[in-house]
T-cell receptor
Framework: DQQVKQNSPSLSVQEGRISILNCDYT??????FLWYKKYPAEGPTFLISISSIKDKNEDGRFTVFLNKSAKHLSLHIVPSQPGDSAVYFCAASLNYGGSQGNLIFGKGTKLSVKP | EAGVAQSPRYKIIEKRQSVAFWCNPI?????LYWYQQILGQGPKLLIQFQNNGVVDDSQLPKDRFSAERLKGVDSTLKIQPAKLEDSAVYLC??????????????FGPGTRLTVT
């Protein structure tokens, strides 16, 4: 049973436009959410995170929105650049910061930004 | 700052053989993780160490997988004997821990294992 779901395996966006990547989760006890970006033949790279006590977190071109009632989060990239083309993983954690703060990952969404 | 180092980057073995992977975390990171990423899936945690002690190994197939972190720094993950379904990328990650807080995980490049 998947606790973190990324239902879109791929997304194609034009350069300069907004990219919206979505993630749903089933466990209401998750208290921390993270997005990782992965290029081929490299390990995932931390991008941005959000605590369950917030509904928005912004870092430059990247914004993560959390809707706890819908158990849904999204990553917005504005404006999208060709270098953003990668696989994006959503991850969630229980008791983040504690000894049980292990990450549960979704399957990923492959973003392609076309020039 | 040097990142998480892993070796080898690629490994091809036959089923029933054994294999070992090595990880050197970021200096000062007390927490170390091993993940398995099967093609088309997200990473799945196998084992978590805090210094040289195991915090969580509930998803480690202990009949064939073993891991150790001697002296609380480098770690090795071993598979013996390997099965076809073990073909995956094995990722090592580390994170900083101050007091009771554990911070974001930083991943190494991974080892791609192919079992034939």
């Amino acid at each position: 049973d998947q606790q973190v779901k990324q239902n879109s395996p791929s997304l194609s966006v034009q350069e300069g436009r907004i990219s919206i990547l979505n993630c749903d989760y089933t466990n209401s006890m998750f208290d921390y959410f993270l997005w990782y970006k992965k290029y081929p033949a490299e390990g995932p790279t931390f991008l941005i995170s959000i605590s369950s006590i917030k509904d928005k977190n912004e870092d430059g071109r990247f914004t993560v929105f959390l809707n706890k009632s819908a158990k849904h989060l999204s990553l917005h990239i504005v404006p999208s650049q060709p270098g953003d083309s990668a696989v994006y993983f959503c991850a969630a954690s229980l008791n983040y910061g504690g000894s049980q703060g292990n990450l549960i990952f979704g399957k990923g969404t492959k973003l392609s930004v076309k020039p | 700052e040097a990142g998480v180092a892993q070796s080898p980057r690629y490994k091809i073995i036959e089923k029933r053989q054994s294999v070992a992977f090595w990880c050197n975390p970021i200096s000062g990171h007390a927490t170390l993780y091993w993940y398995q990423q099967i093609l088309g899936q997200g990473p799945k945690l196998l084992i978590q160490f805090q210094n040289n002690g195991v915090v969580d190994d509930s998803q480690l197939p202990k009949d064939r997988f073993s891991a150790e972190r001697l002296k609380g720094v480098d770690s090795t993950l071993k598979i013996q004997p390997a099965k076809l379904e073990d073909s995956a990328v094995y990722l090592c990650a580390s994170s900083l821990r101050r007091g009771t807080m554990t911070y974001e995980q930083y991943f190494g490049p991974g080892t791609r294992l192919t079992v034939t």
